[in-house]
C-alpha cells in the first residue's frame, strides 16, 4: 500500500498522486482518471445465498387500483434479475426451477 494516496499495487516512490515520487510524471491515462474507481477493495467471495428485499415496492402491492382498465397495456409476466443467485417471488407457480434454500439466521 502506497504511504502517499493510500492505494494498493505500488509504493511512493513510483506514485502520481500530489506527493508521491513520479508527481509530474503521470501518464495521460492517468491524468484523466476520476478520482474515486468502481473497485472492490476486499474479496469476500462466500457461497451463502442473499435474498435482499425492497420494502418499499411491497407497500404498493395491496392498495386498490383506482385507474381506469387499459386494454393497450400488454402483460408480458414478470421480469427477474437472470444474475441474481436468490429471488423473491410471491407466486411460486410462476417459476420453473424452484429449489427451496434452508434459512439462515441473519
Given amino acids: 500500500q502506497c504511504e502517499n494516496c493510500k492505494k494498493k499495487g505500488h509504493l511512493k516512490g513510483d506514485c502520481f498522486a500530489k506527493g ?7 501518464p495521460d491515462w492517468w491524468k484523466k482518471k476520476t478520482k474515486s474507481a468502481n473497485v472492490a ?12 428485499l425492497v420494502y418499499g415496492l411491497s407497500l404498493d402491492i395491496n392498495k386498490p387500483n383506482n385507474s381506469p382498465p387499459n386494454d393497450n397495456i400488454e402483460n408480458h409476466g414478470i421480469i427477474i434479475d437472470c444474475g441474481a443467485s436468490s429471488h423473491f417471488l410471491p407466486d411460486r407457480s410462476k417459476l420453473l426451477n424452484y429449489q427451496e434454500i434452508p434459512p439462515e439466521p441473519v
Avoid: L
Avoid at 508521491?20 to 503521470?26: D, L, R, V, Y
Avoid at 477493495?41 to 457461497?47: I, L, T, V
Fill in 20 to 26: 508521491g515520487g513520479k508527481e509530474n510524471e503521470a
Fill in 41 to 52: 477493495d476486499k474479496n469476500e467471495s462466500d457461497n451463502k445465498n442473499y435474498a435482499f
